[in-house]
């Protein structure tokens, strides 16, 4: 085989190899939104996301001004779990993520009851 036919095939492969992450990134979704309670954006919730169909779960957390993304989720249906400290536990049921797509959900978190204790 001559010289610059291996030569083209060697650039050849290195473009496909470089191409794979954005090929990637249309293989999954992703889930955003805000996250909220009576006075506002929530900063630092915690955000977990459960595969209905395979029991993946991935996490995250809101930022400062209460927005999150949970990326590179394998398209299908989803449960969402939000938590933060000082308030209710939120759960959706069911989002739906697809390929290459972007589900919206924000969620609103309720205060949680606080029981003094005495010791």
Do not use: C
């Amino acid at each position: 085989m001559p010289r610059w036919t291996k030569l083209l095939l060697l650039v050849l492969g290195l473009l496909l190899v470089a191409t794979l992450p954005l090929a990637r990134q249309f293989d999954t979704g992703s889930i955003e939104g805000v996250i909220t309670d009576d006075r506002g954006p929530l900063p630092y919730a915690s955000i977990e996301a459960r595969n209905l169909m395979f029991g993946d779960i991935t996490r995250g957390e809101s930022e400062i001004d209460g927005r999150y993304r949970i990326e590179d989720l394998r398209p299908g249906r989803y449960s969402l779990s939000v938590t933060a400290a000082g308030h209710e536990q939120a759960w959706v049921p069911r989002i739906v993520v697809e390929r290459g797509g972007v589900s919206q959900r924000d969620v609103r978190l309720g205060r949680s009851e606080t029981i003094p204790t005495s010791f």
